[in-house]
């Protein structure tokens, strides 16, 4: 294999691998290393059992650790079909690319795991990248951008059951809503089910809420404003059998400074979602910075904005967020 770049960063050869490592670890061993496509799907193809035994044989972590602060990087948003970082509109698509960056991503100190789907998380286990870490499943995908049922957003990911068995530690549900769409009620249905049978699992969930409405052209806009999300955590809070389980996946608000009475709705701890922020990173670590210090705020997910930053480097940007905790 030939070295290459990854956000900046040089990629060589790994060591040894270990014994009963993933049939593609020796060869993938480093973070700092291109992947080879080749191997992962000779894998898949002869040997797709080694996916559910690099899961049984993972080495677990608790969710949170003494710390009691979490830094997860998010790549949920291809098995939507969102592709895009910026005006680059197929960022995301090359899944190679897309693993590099992840594993460089989890290999920095203070990283804690990923969120992700089916997918992308079984080509990280034959990687041997997430041993240690925080796993969250990405559970409803339904909803795929820009279609015409977007907020009927159906359970098409991770069901409770597949995380419980395959060991992994929290489940991520997206809950959209808009008054003016009924997919948004079925949704909210789902939703609550999913809260019951996670917390039937002591399995943490994590619930993204946002109000939206369909601007004249189709697209949805999720409302930012603190009022807005204020109703949103108070919705999702409230779902389902018991909260024992439950967390939040909150935005900052449009004005920043708002964060402190939005986030005293709820008791259930919450972490700061990204989102595409685009060239202003520093903006984005400053509105970060202000909510981190909140008490119901226990850390970070973030994805596209660290895994494709502007100035392209992954390791910078990630240690950049991991400092913010």
Not at 217 to 233: C, F, M, P, Q
Not at 284 to 310: D, F, H, I, M
């Amino acid at each position: 294999m030939r070295a290459g770049h990854v956000g900046g960063a040089r990629h060589e050869e790994g060591g040894d691998a270990p014994t009963g490592a993933p049939l593609a670890y020796e060869r993938l061993r480093s973070p700092h290393q291109r992947v080879d496509v080749a191997e992962l799907v000779r894998t898949r193809t002869h040997h797709p059992e080694a996916i559910a035994e690099a899961a049984a044989r993972r080495p677990r972590r608790p969710l949170v650790d003494d710390s009691g602060r979490l830094m997860i990087v998010a790549a949920d948003h291809p098995a939507r079909g969102a592709l895009a970082v910026g005006d680059r509109k197929f960022a995301m698509a090359g899944r190679a690319d897309l693993l590099e960056r992840l594993c460089l991503a989890l290999s920095r100190t203070g990283v804690d795991g990923v969120l992700a789907t089916a997918d992308i998380l079984d080509d990280l286990l034959l990687l041997g990248a997430l041993d240690g870490k925080v796993i969250i499943g990405s559970m409803n995908r339904g909803g795929l951008a820009g279609a015409s049922f977007e907020l009927d957003d159906r359970f098409t990911g991770h069901r409770p059951r597949d995380i419980e068995r395959l060991g992994f530690d929290a489940g991520k549900l997206l809950l959209r809503i808009d008054y003016d769409d009924p997919g948004s009620l079925r949704t909210l249905e789902a939703t609550a089910r999913v809260v019951d049978e996670m917390a039937e699992r002591r399995l943490p969930v994590f619930v993204e809420p946002f109000l939206c409405r369909r601007r004249d052209d189709g697209t949805l806009r999720n409302d930012l404003s603190a009022e807005a999300v204020t109703k949103s955590i108070a919705i999702a809070s409230g779902l389902g059998g018991s909260s024992a389980y439950t967390w939040l996946k909150v935005p900052v608000t449009e004005n920043p400074d708002d964060m402190a009475r939005v986030m005293e709705t709820s008791t259930l701890p919450a972490v700061l979602l990204g989102g595409d922020v685009g060239e202003d990173q520093e903006g984005a670590y400053e509105k970060w910075r202000g909510a981190l210090q909140l008490p119901t705020v226990r850390g970070l997910v973030v994805g596209r904005s660290l895994l494709y930053p502007a100035d392209g480097d992954v390791a910078a940007a990630v240690d950049t967020a991991v400092g913010l905790l």
